[in-house]
C-alpha cells in the first residue's frame, strides 16, 4: 500500500500544482523555480532526482533529461503554508538554466543613470546548442 497522507497535507492550486523553488543544497543559493504536480512529487522522493510538470508541454519532465544537468535531491522542504514546495538539489553538471547558466536567476536589477534595467550577472557556461538536440530551449 502507497501512503500518500504526506501528498494530502500540501495545498494544491485549482490547477493541481504547486510552485517548487529549488537551491543548491550548499550553496543555498537559488536554481530555478517551477511547477509540480503529485505524481512529480511523488517521483522526485522515488527517484532521487527533481522532476516538475511542465505547464507549457503538460507533461512530467525530469530536470537533465535532455541536457544531462540532473538535480539529485538531498532534501524537499514545504513552507509553514503548506502552499509552496523546496527541493534541496546536487546540481550535476553545475548547470541549471536552460540559458547554460548555473541558476535561472542571472539577471540583476541595477540603476544606471538613474534608469532601472536588468543586468545580466551570470557568464554561460555552456551553450544551449550542445546540451540541447531539440529545438525550443
Same mark, same amino acid.
Given at each position: 500500500?502507497?501512503?500518500?497522507?504526506?501528498?494530502?497535507?500540501?495545498?494544491?492550486?485549482?490547477?493541481?500544482? +504547486?510552485?517548487?523553488?529549488?537551491?543548491?543544497?550548499?550553496? $543555498? $543559493?537559488?536554481? =530555478?523555480?517551477?511547477?509540480?504536480?503529485?505524481?512529480?512529487?511523488?517521483? =522526485?522522493?522515488?527517484?532521487?532526482?527533481?522532476? !516538475?510538470?511542465?505547464?507549457?508541454r503538460?507533461?512530467?519532465?525530469?530536470?537533465?533529461?535532455?541536457?544531462?544537468n540532473?538535480?539529485?535531491?538531498?532534501?524537499?522542504?514545504?513552507?509553514?503554508?503548506?502552499?509552496? +514546495?523546496? !527541493?534541496? +538539489?546536487?546540481?550535476?553538471?553545475?548547470?541549471?538554466?536552460?540559458?547554460?547558466?548555473?541558476?535561472?536567476? !542571472?539577471?540583476?536589477? =541595477?540603476? +544606471?543613470?538613474?534608469?532601472?534595467?536588468?543586468?545580466?550577472?551570470?557568464?554561460?557556461?555552456?551553450?544551449?546548442?550542445?546540451? !540541447?538536440?531539440?529545438?525550443?530551449?
Amino acid at each position: 500500500m502507497i501512503h500518500t497522507a504526506w501528498l494530502d497535507q500540501i495545498k494544491w492550486n485549482d490547477d493541481g500544482l +504547486v510552485p517548487v523553488v529549488t537551491q543548491d543544497r550548499q550553496s $543555498r $543559493r537559488l536554481l =530555478t523555480h517551477a511547477w509540480i504536480n503529485r505524481e512529480a512529487l511523488a517521483l =522526485t522522493l522515488a527517484e532521487g532526482r527533481a522532476v !516538475y510538470w511542465s505547464r507549457s508541454r503538460q507533461k512530467i519532465w525530469r530536470k537533465g533529461e535532455e541536457s544531462g544537468n540532473v538535480q539529485r535531491i538531498h532534501d524537499i522542504l514545504l513552507d509553514c503554508d503548506g502552499d509552496t +514546495v523546496c !527541493y534541496l +538539489v546536487e546540481q550535476i553538471g553545475g548547470i541549471a538554466c536552460h540559458t547554460g547558466r548555473e541558476s535561472c536567476f !542571472y539577471r540583476t536589477l =541595477t540603476t +544606471v543613470d538613474g534608469e532601472p534595467g536588468w543586468q545580466i550577472s551570470d557568464p554561460v557556461l555552456k551553450e544551449p546548442s550542445a546540451m !540541447y538536440t531539440k529545438p525550443g530551449h
